[in-house]
Structure formats: C-alpha cells, structure tokens
C-alpha cells in the first residue's frame, strides 16, 4: 500500500503530511522546552547565592554554538542539493551536519567531564574554594581499635576495601604511604580475635561461620578487634560512611569501626576563591587556609584595579551594589587574567587557551580542616539550582542532538538511492529532518546565552 | 511555498549569509555579555533581544517561516501564546516571600 500525501500537497491542508506531523511535534516541543526555560526564571530569581555567570567555559560554548549554527546551513544545503538535484552537495551538506550533531556532543563530553571532576568547598564563613582534588579523591584515615559487625547488612568485601595498615599518628595527609598508593590489605591476611579469644578473617568462610556462630548464640553482632594495628582509608565520594566522628566511623552496611580519626583534611587544588557570601572577604577563612600570604596580596592588587576601573566606569555608583564589580573583584581566579592574578601566577604563560581542558597548570595545594567545611560537592546538580537547570536542559538538548544525528544518518544510509527514483520524497523527508535540526539549534540558541554568558 | 529549482538556487546564498549573520551575532552576544551596562538586567535586556533576533532569522529564513502556509502559523499561534504564558507566570512571584528577593534584585523593587 502507498502512503498517501508524502509529496503533494493534501487538498484541505494545503501541505503534504510529514510536514503537519512535525510541526505538530515542534508545537509540542516548544511545549517541553519552554516548561524548562519557565523552571529556569523561577530557580534563578529563588536563588539563594550568587547565580554563576561566565561559570562554565565560554569558549566551549561559543564553539558548539559555532557548530549548531554551521549544522544548520549544511542541513539546509543538503535539502536545497535534492531540489536542485545536486547529489554531491546534498550528500555532502547531510554528511557533515552529522559529523558537527557528534562534534557537538564530543565538545559536551568534556565540558560535562570538567564540572564532574571539579569541585566546590563551602566553608563555614561562606567563602567557596574552587579546585581539584587529587587522583585518589577525599579521604578519612582512620586507625581501628575494634570493629563491630552487624549481621543483618554485613558485607565485608565492601568495607574491608579500605582497609590499610595503621597510619602513624601525626601523619596527616601526607603520611608515607597517603594518596592512592596507599596499599590495601587482602581480606585474608587480616587476623581479628573475637570476644571469647578465637583468631578469624573476615574472608567469606571465616565471615559465614562467625555469622553462623552469632545466630546459635542469639546475637545479631559481633565485636572484633584486630590482632595487629590495622587503618582504614576511606574515600566520601561516592558516599561510602553513614556517620563519622574522632572516635567512630560507621559504613553504610551497619559496621562501626571504633578507634582515632588520623586525618581528616581535605586535599584541594585550588582554582578559585569565590569571597562574594563571606562577611568580610578581607577576614575570610581562605586566607588562613592558603598560608601563603602572596595570595591575599594577589587578591588585593586585583581588588583594587578593578574598584579603580568601576570609579571611573560608574562613577558615584556603589560598588558593592553591582554583581559585576563583586563578580571581577571579590572572586579571584588563580589563573584570573588581570596582572595582579597574572603576577602571582609565578608568570606562567597565560594563553587563549589557558582554560581548555588540555591546559596543565600548576595550582596552590592546600589542606582543609573537616571543621572548617560547611559541604562540598562537585559541580552536580546537587551544588545548586543553577547546576540542576544546566544539567536537565542541556541533557534533554543533548538527546534532541543525538536523535537528529541518528535520523540524518538513517536519511543517508537508506533513503540516499532515492535521489534518483523519487527525489521529492527525499527533498520531503530531509525537509522535515531539517526543521528539527533548526528547532535544535534555536534552542541552543537562547540556552548558550543564558547559562553561558547571562 | 512552490519551491522549483531555480528559486532555491537563488535563496542558497541567502542561506550562506544567515548562516554568517547568526556566527557574528554569537560573537556579538559574547562580546556584550563582558560589558557592564551598570544593571544585570540591562545586560538580560541585551543579550536575550539579540538571542531573539537570531531565533528569528533562523525560523523566517532555514526553517521558511516566510512563506508557509496559514495552517502551520495557527499552530504556532497557539504554542507561542502558551509560552507566552509560561514566561510571564514568574510576575506571580510578587506575592511569594521565597522569591521576592530574587525578584527584587532582578527588576528592583516597586
């Protein structure tokens, strides 16, 4: 049976079918996208901190929407090469709008990849340091007197994970065997002595028959207490404690390890020291934590130059009232591009290109007490709202990208021989790719300046 | 909407130089988003009016807006009064003390 109205025109419509269909679903996805943008005016005028701007990387941005853009002429020109009956130009134009649909989720890929991997610290004044943690990410050191099992969510093999040998006690974070290469210790060749003086591993055999034992006995746990000194070195993201404190740490199977917290400071990279929510940025918390007094001077210099640039741009205006001025003076980027910045940056070169991921830099490391941090998060939807809108509305615009890819590329591969035998059903079909694609791009459109630039 | 060889031929370079328009005006947006006009909001004003500007282009020229037929701008009709709807649901936020300050910062109060 032949599909009626795929390239004339239905009389009473006065268009051919494909056509209504999808700007019925256009309708419907302005719908969708325009509820977002909606979520999007209400997250931002609810928000509680300083909404970001320039946070993410502009020039990603810009070259992506460079990239829509170009897409958007090419799927033109492809249906324009059928009209014409052009196949080079049509076959081309389609191929390479493809080609930009993936580039454009390539260059997402690592934007994505960048926010995951970067973090925000909140201290208890306020003031955010931004940075990166070490490979081997936040850790707990922790050294066990005894360790209670309770039978009912035991799970052995998840938290004996972490187990090490006992760290020396003022080792901090930077004992010799901190970091990554901290060597675990196999299940097996831990020993621990329970109560009634008997030596077990927790290894799946010794763990069955202690939890056997427990149960004759009518109990539902056990303490055990190792027979040499062991630690544990306990990474908190991805969540693996239910509670901590000096004396405890309690897993998320119900085990509590009892004994002394070694260290738990936070190693960070830092990046940014955001001052805006602090009291007073001169008396902020960062400056104790950088130790080394440069920064502060660095902060100073750049503070300066640019209240010396609003006086002149604004002059009789508050300071203080203007997000911009608090955005340039009060959060002040290691690898900022005013001299001062550029200064204490110990003059490494400082490109165009000085914040692409392939960019290495050395940062300041510092140590962060947990008593001094409020929370800390990667840049998740959990950081705040802004990062949740960006997340939702440029995932579902992923997605949109990646089914227009995958519907050109069917265009190419099977409907390509219709060039010869029926080319206004192709024109037709490449037509209505098309508009989506431009929906596509148009949403970017306003998506690039408001969670860019805006 | 009778698209013949011939006339998409002529409009292939129309097509080129939207496309050339929308990248200068990406860069343009870029450039006004570092410049401060004083208020955050003059700076929204500004850059969604460009934002708006080449959403324009790209639905009147790449998607041939200009010349369609009566039954699609009735469907659009509807979709934009209900975005429009959308989009102004936020002046409620007046009455809402969580949102106020938000709302104050951005429009000032009144």
Known sequence: ?454 | MANSPEEVAKHVKTYLKVGIALLFLTAVTVWLSYVDFGTHSRNMTIGLAVATFKTSLVVLIFMHMNHERPLIYKFMLFSMLLLGVMFTLFVFVRDDGLLLKGYEAVFGKH
């Open chain 1, 1 to 454: 049976m032949e599909i009626p109205y795929t390239v004339t025109a239905r009389p009473d419509t006065g268009l051919w079918n494909a056509k209504i269909g999808v700007w019925l679903f256009l309708a419907s996805e302005v719908m969708l996208f325009g509820g977002l943008f909606s979520s999007y005016i209400f997250l931002r005028l609810g928000a509680d901190y300083f909404w970001p701007i320039h946070e993410l990387n502009v020039k990603m941005g810009c070259f992506n929407t460079a990239v829509l853009i170009g897409s958007s002429v090419t799927i033109v020109m492809a249906w324009a090469g059928v009209k014409m009956r052009n196949y080079k130009m049509y076959f081309w134009n389609l191929l390479i709008t493809i080609l930009c649909a993936f580039l454009f989720l390539s260059v997402k890929f690592f934007e994505y990849k960048a926010k995951i991997e970067h973090y925000g610290v909140v201290l208890k004044d306020g003031t955010i340091l931004l940075g990166h943690q070490p490979e081997e990410g936040y850790r707990y050191k922790f050294n066990a007197d005894a360790v209670t099992l309770n039978f009912k969510e035991a799970d052995p093999a998840y938290f004996m994970r972490y187990a090490t040998k006992a760290f020396a006690e003022h080792g901090g974070a930077h004992d010799e065997h901190g970091g990554a290469a901290t060597p675990t210790l196999p299940i097996e060749g831990v020993k621990f002595k329970t109560e009634d003086g008997k030596v077990t591993t927790l290894a799946t055999n010794d763990f069955l028959s202690l939890k056997a034992a427990a149960k004759e006995a009518k109990k539902d746990s056990v303490k055990l207490t190792p027979v040499e000194p062991i630690g544990f070195n306990v990474q908190l993201l991805p969540q693996r404690l239910a509670s901590h404190s000096d004396k405890t740490l309690a897993f998320l199977d119900g085990t509590v390890v009892e004994g002394k917290m070694v260290s738990d400071k936070m190693e960070l990279h830092v990046d940014v020291i955001d001052t805006r929510a602090a009291p007073d940025a001169d008396k902020s918390m960062a400056w104790a934590i950088m130790k080394d007094a440069g920064w502060k001077h660095a902060f100073d210099e750049a503070r300066e130059e640019h209240l010396k640039k609003f006086k002149e741009s604004h002059p009789g205006d508050d300071p203080m009232k203007s997000d911009h001025y608090l955005r340039e003076a009060l959060r002040f980027e290691i690898h900022g591009e005013t001299p001062a910045a550029h200064e204490a940056n110990h003059k490494q070169g400082l490109g165009f290109f000085h914040d692409m991921p392939w960019a290495e830099h050395h940062y300041p490391t510092v140590q962060i007490e947990a008593k001094d941090i409020q929370r800390w998060s990667n840049f998740l939807p959990k950081w705040n709202t802004y990062y949740a809108i960006y997340f939702t509305i440029t995932g579902l615009h992923g997605a949109h990208v990646l089914a227009g890819a995958l519907v050109m590329l069917y265009f190419l591969v099977f409907n390509s021989r219709w060039f010869k035998t029926d080319p206004e059903h192709l024109a037709n079909r490449v037509e209505t790719g098309g508009l989506f694609w431009h929906f596509v791009d148009l949403v970017w459109i306003f998506l690039f300046p408001l969670l860019y630039l805006l």
